[in-house]
């Protein structure tokens, strides 16, 4: 059963670093590509980022380039996303996401707030 | 970036009754294999989004026939027959086509 666990959320300053991590199982990072999400407080979704099944390929929004890293350790079935330089406009819900031609499947989100 | 543009934002309707939402890009969603990349999200509140529809008009496993995605290139229509209180939420259409990849402002359907 294919399975994506968010974690690493909280509480953090502006202008900090917060790494959260994605757990997946029911699948191989190295043979499906995987997003990240995020989802602002009763606003809409946004596209952030996403590598690739071969890890060749990471693409990035606009508002993630340059700050926000995507990366992942196959041998623990983890995907990341670093994000850096933290404002108060990244305060949402971050989701990971196999989206793909067979199925989509969506974790249950991690919350980041920006605070002072 | 790819803008989709969604219509209506909010969409009241009555149970039982059909809905429609349209989705429209600024780039044609068709890619050199010929499929066009335009996907239907739903999210309930609280609840993490689900897709319904990709490639314009495929459901996905597990969507009743209820749903049905109609379109091509640039506009496209997401259609709710005989709308149920489980169909509440927000609704997003999303181009798999570019990237980056974007979402539509969502649309929410609500009981009239």
């Known amino acids: 059963q294919v399975q994506l666990v968010e974690s690493g959320g909280g509480v953090v300053q502006p202008g900090k670093s917060l790494k959260l991590s994605c757990e997946v199982s029911?699948?191989?990072?190295?043979?499906?590509?995987v997003h990240w999400v995020r989802q602002a407080p009763g606003k809409g979704l946004e596209w952030l980022a996403v590598?690739?099944?071969?890890?060749?390929?990471?693409h990035y929004s606009d508002s993630a380039k340059g700050r926000f890293t995507i990366s992942r350790d196959i041998s623990k079935n983890k995907l990341f996303l670093h994000l850096t330089s933290l404002g108060v406009e990244d305060t949402a819900v971050y989701f990971c996401?196999?989206?793909?031609?067979?199925?989509?499947?969506w974790g249950q989100g991690t919350l980041v707030t920006v605070s002072s | 970036d790819v803008v989709m543009t969604q219509s209506p934002l909010s969409l009241p309707v009555t149970l039982g009754q059909s809905a429609s939402i349209s989705c429209s890009s600024n780039?044609?969603?068709?890619?050199?294999?010929?499929?066009?990349?335009l996907n239907w999200f739903h999210q309930r509140p609280g609840q993490s989004p689900r897709r319904l529809i990709y490639?314009?008009?495929n459901r996905d496993s597990g969507v009743p026939d209820r749903f049905s995605g109609s379109g091509s290139a640039t506009d496209f229509t997401l259609t709710i027959s005989r709308v149920e209180a489980d169909d509440l939420g927000v609704y997003y259409c999303?181009?798999?086509?570019?990237?980056?990849?974007?979402f539509g402002r969502g649309t929410r359907l609500e009981i009239k």
């Open positions: 996401a196999k989206l793909d031609i067979e199925s989509d499947c």
């Open positions: 029911g699948f191989s990072l190295s043979d499906y590509g």
């Open positions: 590598l690739s099944y071969d890890g060749r390929e990471r």
């Open positions: 780039h044609s969603l068709v890619a050199r294999d010929g499929d066009t990349y």
């Open positions: 490639k314009v008009s």
């Open positions: 999303m181009q798999g086509l570019l990237w980056p990849l974007t």
